[in-house]
T-cell receptor
Framework: GAVVSQHPSWVICKSGTSVKIECRSL??????MFWYRQFPKQSLMLMAT?????????EQGVEKDKFLINHASLTLSTLTVTSAHPEDSSFYIC?????????????FGPGTRLTVT | AQSVAQPEDQVNVAEGNPLTVKCTYS??????LFWYVQYPNRGLQFLLK??????LVKGSYGFEAEFNKSQTSFHLKKPSALVSDSALYFC????????????FGRGTSLIVHP
């Protein structure tokens, strides 16, 4: 199946700093990428949907100025957590969806564990 | 609007026994249904999907799921559980038309006891 990578797999940062997480589709072009946040023992919370070359669409309640998403190419999307605070600590997962066709499922990255101290 | 219900937070089964993880959905029109599995500290892995055709769908690792339109269900099953099947399982649905963004259930933790 299709492969999606995320980098870094874990990061610890100090409160007030910014952190960038990369999501790459390795063997397919992803016109659409999704960013999720997952709290312990909870489901995925969709944060935003990004389409290559256009602005991301954020879900209600997600601060677009805090969680900056850039989808500059068909294989790369980035999530930048700006001025991170301890409450931003979470597991962030990206997923990518191939262009419309028979493959309708999403392919997920391995996730990034963010800890803000 | 579309929604998914996974009524069980946790399912316990003995190794070698059959397992079922339940999922019901609500969507306008025809559904596309998916099952994903998540191991600790990892992303989700695609298991199987129903798009159209045969109601019984076979997927990875011996898992299968049965689409039941009248009961709006898509339960995940496996004839003989393995300890290594212990993980978090997510059901997802999206409508065949309209928004392409799927809705995920809250997840069911499957624990297979030796």
């Amino acid at each position: 199946g299709a492969v999606v990578s995320q980098h870094p797999s874990w990061v610890i940062c100090k409160s007030g700093t910014s952190v960038k997480i990369e999501c790459r589709s390795l063997d397919f072009q992803a016109t659409t990428m999704f960013w999720y946040r997952q709290f312990p023992k909870q489901s995925l919370m969709l944060m935003a949907t990004s389409n290559e070359g256009s602005k991301a669409t954020y879900e209600q309640g997600v601060e677009k100025d805090k969680f900056l998403i850039n989808h500059a190419s068909l294989t790369l999307s980035t999530l930048t957590v700006t001025s991170a605070h301890p409450e931003d600590s979470s597991f962030y997962i990206c997923s990518a969806r191939p262009p419309s066709g028979i493959m309708l499922e999403q392919y997920f990255g391995p996730g990034t564990r963010l800890t803000v101290t | 609007a579309q929604s998914v219900a996974q009524p069980e937070d946790q399912v316990n089964v003995a190794e070698g026994n059959p397992l079922t993880v339940k999922c019901t959905y609500s969507v306008s029109g025809n559904p596309y249904l998916f099952w994903y599995v998540q191991y600790p500290n990892r992303g989700l892995q695609f298991l199987l999907k129903y798009i159209t055709g045969d109601n019984l769908v076979k997927g990875s690792y011996g898992f299968e799921a049965e689409f039941n339109k009248s009961q709006t269900s898509f339960h995940l099953k496996k004839p003989s559980a393995l300890v290594s099947d212990s993980a978090l399982y997510f059901c997802a649905v999206r409508a065949s038309g309209g928004s392409y963004i799927p809705t995920f259930g809250r997840g069911t933790s499957l624990i297979v006891h030796p």
